[in-house]
């Protein structure tokens, strides 16, 4: 079985050495970059299965190069590190096409835990039976396989994260499932009170698919406890 491949788009030469030792440990194969423009040329070369992308870059910003991988590869996972930690850079992050973030300092070992939940999503999604290739949620309509909705004549992109926390809130579509769930099968880490990462991509998910985001009425609320999908 060939090994994963990760590119890291990172400046900082110590943080690069300790990702790919990590990384190759845990069986990963690595490539790296350590401009903006060189890592999204290595990423057409190599074409690895997932990125780590600082966004304090010598030569341009994060943002950009993220929405030029993203042009690149609409399906791609995108990990975003940031030294920030002001929740605008993270939705900017996410609205330039990154799938999630980690902020610096890190836990390596809560990174590899999203690399693995990233491919067991990947690989799960492939044999599942359960979701159909498209699917509507009233006058929006969800293309799985081409990470698409479509509402009108408006048409969005998914990322990754998008697609699987929709795939799995169809799984048990009626039901309820909470932050704590859907933070361990879809981002494969422990939940903690201070992780917003599922309420912001449930915001992301709303304005592309909820003719009123503000009054949802198919991505809804389970107050004190997660969310729940609504045909």
Not at 12 to 24: R, S
Not at 64 to 76: G, N, Q, S, T
Not at 124 to 153: D, Y
Not at 203 to 222: A, G, N
């Amino acid at each position: 079985m060939s090994k994963k491949k990760i590119l890291i788009i990172e400046d900082e030469p110590h943080i690069v050495l300790g990702l790919t030792d990590a990384l190759e440990f845990e069986g990963f194969s690595v490539v790296s970059a350590g401009t903006g423009n060189a890592g999204v040329q290595l990423a057409r070369q190599e074409k690895p299965q997932a990125i780590l992308l600082d966004l304090m870059l010598p030569d341009t910003n994060g943002f950009k190069v993220c929405e030029e991988l993203r042009r690149w590869d609409a399906f791609i996972p995108i990990i975003i590190l940031t030294a920030r930690g002001q929740e605008i850079d993270k939705i900017r992050g996410l609205d330039a096409g990154a799938d999630d973030y980690v902020t610096k300092p890190f836990s390596v070992g809560e990174l590899i835990a999203r690399m693995r939940a990233i491919f067991r999503r990947a690989s799960a999604a492939r044999s599942s039976e359960t979701t159909p290739e498209v699917f509507a949620l009233g006058q929006a309509k969800i293309n799985m396989t081409t990470h698409t909705v479509e509402r009108g004549n408006k048409s969005d992109s998914l990322s990754f994260y998008e697609v699987e926390l929709l795939r799995l809130l169809y799984e048990r579509v009626g039901q309820p499932v909470s932050r704590e769930e859907i933070l361990q099968k879809v981002w494969g880490i422990e939940p903690n009170a201070s992780n917003r990462t599922v309420d912001n991509f449930i915001v992301k998910l709303r304005k592309k698919i909820e003719k009123s985001p503000d009054k949802p009425q198919h991505i809804l609320t389970v107050y004190g406890y997660g969310y729940k999908l609504a045909p």
